[in-house]
T-cell receptor, first 116, second 115 residues
Framework: AQKVTQAQTEISVVEKEDVTLDCVYE???????LFWYKQPPSGELVFLIR??????QNEISGRYSWNFQKSTSSFNFTITASQVVDSAVYFC?????????????FGTGTLLAVQP | DAGVIQSPRHEVTEMGQEVTLRCKPI?????LFWYRQTMMRGLELLIY????????DSGMPEDRFSAKMPNASFSTLKIQPSEPRDSAVYFC?????????????FGEGSRLTVL
């Protein structure tokens, strides 16, 4: 199976620390998409980012940044100056392009706890 | 615009009973997905539909599970008979698929407890 691995099951940091969530994926697709979703304690799944496999530029959005490295099949997520509101489970996901691979497969998630 | 709407939000039932979960996707979205979330297995894709047609049901655990999408605005996931190991949060999600993968919008989930 072309799976997504989030090796960190749980991370605890103190507010204002930077934290990086790791994501490694497997794929046989030439074209694919990578995603990060956030699941706060309230339970809903919130979309954070989508990245096309052709675009290896890193992206920054406020305190969030993403590092995509095709050579290592990794799509890591960094939160700078973490805040208590960042506490959530974060899921990395991948999706192939077209046909039966056109479905979003999630990693097992990383629980991030930001302590005040 | 209303998001993906799921019902019921919570369901408690006894083993052996039939359970039906419902989903109304976002209007205009042509793909619909059912996921199940448990502590042990995380988020698992059960089945997905494109233009009301089931494309991949390889994630459906066993014959006790079935899903239908009779029209573009409604889908059901049925478990018959239910078992305690079916206890989970079931998410429905939808998106627009027009040759390029789009953002998947999730409902708030249906929390199922089978006693």
């Amino acid at each position: 199976a072309q799976k997504v691995t989030q090796a960190q099951t749980e991370i605890s940091v103190v507010e204002k620390e930077d934290v990086t969530l790791d994501c490694v994926y497997e794929t046989r697709d030439t074209t694919y998409y990578l995603f990060w979703y956030k699941q706060p304690p309230s339970g809903e799944l919130v979309f954070l980012i989508r990245r096309n496999s052709f675009d290896e530029q890193n992206e920054i959005s406020g305190r969030y940044s993403w590092n995509f490295q095709k050579s290592t099949s990794s799509f890591n997520f960094t939160i700078t100056a973490s805040q208590v509101v960042d506490s959530a489970v974060y899921f990395c996901a991948r999706e192939g392009y077209g046909g039966a691979t056109n479905k979003l497969i999630f990693g097992t998630g990383t629980l991030l706890a930001v302590q005040p | 615009d209303a998001g993906v709407i799921q019902s019921p939000r919570h369901e408690v039932t006894e083993m052996g009973q039939e359970v039906t979960l419902r989903c109304k996707p976002i209007s205009g979205h042509n793909s619909l997905f059912w996921y199940r979330q448990t502590m042990m297995r995380g988020l698992e894709l059960l089945i997905y539909f494109n233009n009301n047609v089931p494309i991949d049901d390889s994630g459906m655990p066993e014959d006790r599970f079935s899903a239908k999408m009779p029209n573009a605005s409604f889908s059901t996931l049925k478990i018959q008979p239910s078992e305690p190991r079916d206890s989970a949060v079931y998410f429905c999600a939808s998106r627009i698929d027009r040759g390029q993968t789009g953002e998947l919008f999730f409902g708030e989930g249906s929390r199922l407890t089978v006693l």
